[in-house]
């Protein structure tokens, strides 16, 4: 293990690498099926596969902007879902996520064209069905976001779909956006009563100072999704690199605080102070849990004595 980084039991999987190399793994397959069950339990996903041949998706257009999706999977009846780790805030987000879905949609098209095409030539005869390649199966772009789209509300998940802005009527049930704002769950734990997106958002969000899964987590997919992020189900060489990742993580987020102060714009140092607030509570409050006393937790985070009794 490399100086001055604590490694807890699970892999922070907010950590885009390390969200693919779970979620991604053919061995932790179960895993995600039982995510998507939760998130998305009126299609009844039997099973899934997963699409690694083009984890790149090249834009149609000259020098245009690839998608480069963290993990794609597809069920049984053919239904396309992107699965995405989004843990800073962008631009045009959901521009982004509509764009991105473009790209499923248009390889879907494109293999029933084909398909079609071969039919023809065996049967040597025009097909009558010839739209039929519009006759895709849905897409699904989910986002675990871990920022808020949505301020000063407590509601962390949010589905969109095409509708008439009237009465409200389906165009299209093919294409389809789930977004687990989980920042929006403030909760220092979790309950039984939660909604599963709830304790999904807290689960993906303290994994990595979590020593053990709380009892609230009682759905046997939180015992799928702990196991797979138990460090000591990594290899040897995996520790050692996930070691070194935490350790540059760590720096990078300790630099772009430290940025933040410096920056003379009030709104900057308003931000960077908030987010070190932020990381001081969520320090003591893993403290607190685990026992520590608060005099001690007061000298480790500078927290006064009430703070700590009010977390």
Known sequence: MEKNVT????????MDKWFKRILGAEANKETLLALLRGLIPERDIMDIFYNTLNFRKKSFFEDGHDAVFDVECIDARGSRFVVEMQRERQVHFHERALFYATFP????????????????????RQSSTHDAQFDYPPVYIISFLNFSLHKNT???????????????????????????????FRKTEPTEDDSFAEKLSYALTHMSILENRPMALIEQVFGLLFEACNVNALTAQEQQEYTRDAMTTK???????????????????????????????????????LGVSPTIISEATGLSLEEIEAL
């Open 7 to 14: 490694i807890n039991r699970y892999v922070n999987i907010l």
């Open 251 to 289: 720096m990078d987020r300790e630099n772009i605080l430290y940025t933040k102060w410096l920056d003379g714009k009030e709104e900057g140092l308003a931000e960077g102070r908030a987010e070190m607030e932020e990381e001081r509570r969520r320090s003591a409050a893993q403290f607190k849990r």
């Open 154 to 184: 407590e509601q962390v998940l949010f589905r969109y779909d095409l509708r008439e802005q009237t009465i409200g009527d389906l165009m299209t049930d093919r294409i389809n956006f789930i977004f687990l704002e989980m920042t929006n």
């Open 105 to 124: 949609i248009q390889e879907q098209v494109l293999a029933k064209k084909k398909e079609q095409d071969r039919k023809r030539k065996l049967l040597r």
